[in-house]
């Protein structure tokens, strides 16, 4: 019984911990992985963006989808820039991204962080609460491209 509860929650640690766990065959798998976890962010992030901009007509359930979107997706990429992965395919990632790891997880935290508010605002189906919440989380995208992402 207790090795099966030792197990059981083991199990239940290594699928809570999906993203940080993830391994890759090769630094170039890492750095599409997170490409592309940032590319397709950067999709459904734009699309709320044009809303809370006024450049796209506000509705409230496909700001929802993409602000889901973006908050489940903003958990991902982080693996992908795991030890050794600084080269091994053209990246924009500056050095700085391995050798300040502890800030560039805060840097990722706090998108994490903002984006879960941006999904809970636009659940409230108010572009108001849209525009209020879409600053702090486009902020966080930008701190961080300022300081790890080379032009
Ligand atoms: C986007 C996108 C980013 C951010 C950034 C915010 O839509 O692709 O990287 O917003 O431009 O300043």
């Known amino acids: 019984m207790k090795a ?3 197990w059981t929650l083991a199990a239940a640690t290594a699928t ?3 993203p940080a766990a993830a391994q890759f065959a090769k630094a170039e ?3 599409k992985y997170r490409q592309s976890a940032l590319f397709v962010m ?4 734009g699309r709320l963006g044009a809303m809370a901009n006024g450049k796209a007509p506000f509705d ?3 700001a929802q989808e993409n602000a889901d979107v973006v908050a489940s997706i903003a958990r991902l990429p982080w693996a992908g820039f795991a030890p050794g992965t600084d080269k091994g395919a053209l990246t924009k990632a500056k050095p700085a991204v391995w050798a300040e790891q502890a800030r560039f997880k805060e840097h990722a935290d706090k998108l994490e962080a ?3 508010k941006l999904a809970a605002a636009a659940k409230t189906g108010s572009l108001d609460n849209l525009k209020a919440a879409f600053g702090p989380a486009a ?10 992402r080379s032009k």
């Open 4 to 6: 099966f509860a030792v």
């Open 16 to 18: 809570l911990c999906v």
């Open 29 to 31: 798998d890492a750095i």
């Open 42 to 45: 950067g999709q459904h992030f």
């Open 60 to 62: 409230a359930k496909l």
């Open 114 to 116: 903002e984006t879960v």
């Open 139 to 148: 902020q966080t995208c930008k701190a961080c491209h300022d300081d790890y």
